[in-house]
């Protein structure tokens, strides 16, 4: 498989780059990591007649604290979050989740902005940065917006940028204290199946899942049972018995949440029972 012909260019900083995706429109295409793009334009599912070059612009890379947030840099790489110190003290389940992303060669191409631009459903971080209430950063020419990570995938390998905009990095807020984050996943090669994170926030909760839809998206009523069952409602009130058949349908209930396509990795009956398996799992670690 070969690449299709293609003008690339080298922007020296984020005003360039704006400029060149605004005048170019639909024609360009930003290039980060490439894992995804190239494979596709070798597959001929995208022929791009330029390619705009932004990991090496200044800032694009860098990870940082500033107040009480975590700046990353959407030119940062995977294997960059899975060995930065910063991350592991303030964030440790985004760098364990990286960790199992691909496989070490696509970790070192593979950008985290580029990754929730291509919004593959199938994806890993957004599942657990829509959970952490991660904000994305969107530059265009005429100024900059914010985008909550729930809202920045609207469908399979779609999102809300408009063409001239460019995702130039997120910001997480830092865990309090009584913060508790789990993250599952279950998959067989080197994309998930599914994955499910829930993190505890006080008396709050953040139930997201990912796999059998669409996008990753919270479950409302998933968190309004687990919170219940935090505040040890059910044990007031019917016995400690009541916790575990709560628990049975709310892993029920976030099972079917999901539509997920019969392939071979498993018939869709299959897939819930994997995501009731997750959701277990995960409720484990978030109330431990």
Known sequence: MYLPPFEYVRPADVTEALDILADRGDDASVYMGGTELLLLMKLGLAAPGCLVDCKRIDGLADIGVNGGWLTIGSAVTHRQVEISTTIRQLVPELTNLTAGIGNVRVRAAGTLGGNLCFADPHSDPATLLIALGAVLHVAAADGRRDVDCAEFAVGPYETVLEVGELLVGLSIPLPAQDTAIA?????????????????????????VVAGGGRRARRLAEVESGLARV???????????????????????????????????????????????????????????
């Open 183 to 207: 993250y599952e996943r279950i998959g067989f090669r080197e994309r998930p199946i599914l994955n499910v994170a829930i993190a505890r926030i006080g008396a709050e909760f953040r139930v």
């Open 230 to 288: 935090a505040a040890g409602q059910q044990v007031i009130e019917y016995g400690v018995e009541s916790v575990a058949t709560e628990l049975r349908d709310l892993a029920q209930l976030t099972a079917e949440s999901l539509d997920p396509a019969e392939d071979l990795d498993g018939s869709a009956a299959y897939k819930r029972q994997l995501m009731r398996v997750a959701f277990r799992r995960a409720v484990v670690r978030a109330f431990g």
